[in-house]
C-alpha cells in the first residue's frame, strides 16, 4: 500500500536550519508530486509548496520563498523539506501528502504521520 | 489567497447524532473543496474530494455538497471513531485551509 514515512521530532534553536524527511514507497515515485503541510499548535493547516520528484521542480508559498527548500532522492525514493532561519513560531507539526489530480479535482492522499519540530532558545 | 471559514469551531455530539459543518469560501471556487479528518497523532485523512466525492474507504456516512462559495460536511449517525477534528481545503488556488471544527463528544 501506498506509505509515507517521516522522519522523527527535532529540537531546534531560533536561527539555525532543519530538515525534514519523507520515504515513500508503494508507488511509482516519480509520478505524482509532494506537497508539504504545517500546522502550528491552535491553528488550521498552512501549505507551504509542493516538489516534482520526477523533475525536481518546485514551487513554494510566497509566504515561506527564500526560507523553504524542497529537494528529492530519487534513489531512495524520499524527499526533503529544509526549513531555514527558525523562528518560535515554525513550531508546528510538518506534514508531507501526496498529490492526487483529475480533470476536475485536486487534493492529499494520503499523509505522512507528521513531524514535530519544535524551535526554542 | 482564497480566505475559508469554517463554522462552529467546535460542537459537542453523541453517538448516533448527525453532525453538519460548513465552509464558506472568500470568492467562489467552484467545487475545489476537500474535507480532511485529523486525529492527534495519526496521518490526516481525506474524506471527501471535490466537494461530494467519498473518498475510497471512507465509511458513507460522510458525505459532503456545495459549489461556488458554500460547503457543507454532513456526518450521519455519528460513530465513536469520529470524534476528531476537520478541516476544509480549497484546490481551486494556492492551498488553504479553514480553521477547523472540533468534534467533541457530549
Known amino acids: 500500500q501506498v506509505q509515507l514515512v517521516q522522519s522523527g521530532a527535532e529540537v531546534e534553536k531560533p536561527g539555525a536550519s532543519v530538515q525534514v524527511s519523507c520515504r515513500t514507497s508503494?508507488?511509482?515515485?516519480?509520478?505524482?508530486?509532494i506537497h508539504w503541510v504545517r500546522q502550528a499548535p491552535g491553528q488550521g493547516p498552512e501549505w507551504l509548496g509542493w516538489?516534482?520528484?520526477?523533475?525536481?521542480?518546485?514551487k513554494y508559498a510566497q509566504k515561506f520563498q527564500g526560507r523553504v527548500t524542497m529537494t528529492r532522492d530519487t534513489s531512495i525514493n524520499t524527499v526533503y523539506v529544509e526549513v531555514n532561519s527558525l523562528r518560535p513560531d515554525d513550531t508546528a507539526v510538518y506534514y508531507c501528502?501526496?498529490?492526487?489530480?483529475?480533470?476536475?479535482?485536486?487534493?492529499?492522499?494520503?499523509w505522512g504521520q507528521g513531524t514535530l519540530v519544535t524551535v526554542s532558545s | 489567497d482564497i480566505q475559508m471559514t469554517q463554522s462552529p469551531s467546535s460542537l459537542s455530539a453523541s453517538v448516533g447524532d448527525t453532525v453538519t459543518i460548513t465552509c464558506r469560501a472568500s470568492q467562489s471556487i467552484n467545487k475545489h473543496l476537500n474535507w480532511y479528518q485529523l486525529k492527534p497523532a495519526k496521518a490526516p485523512k481525506v474524506l471527501i474530494y471535490g466537494a461530494a466525492n467519498l473518498q475510497s474507504g471512507v465509511p458513507s456516512r460522510f458525505s459532503g455538497s456545495g459549489s461556488g462559495t458554500d460547503f457543507t460536511l454532513t456526518i450521519s449517525s455519528l460513530q465513536p471513531e469520529d470524534f476528531a477534528t476537520y478541516y476544509c481545503q480549497q484546490s481551486f488556488a494556492t492551498p488553504t485551509f479553514g480553521g477547523g471544527t472540533k468534534v467533541e463528544m457530549k
Open positions: 508503494g508507488y511509482t515515485f516519480t509520478d505524482y508530486y
Open positions: 516538489i516534482d520528484p520526477d523533475s525536481g521542480d518546485t
Open positions: 501528502a501526496r498529490d492526487r489530480t483529475t480533470v476536475t479535482s485536486n487534493w492529499f492522499d494520503p
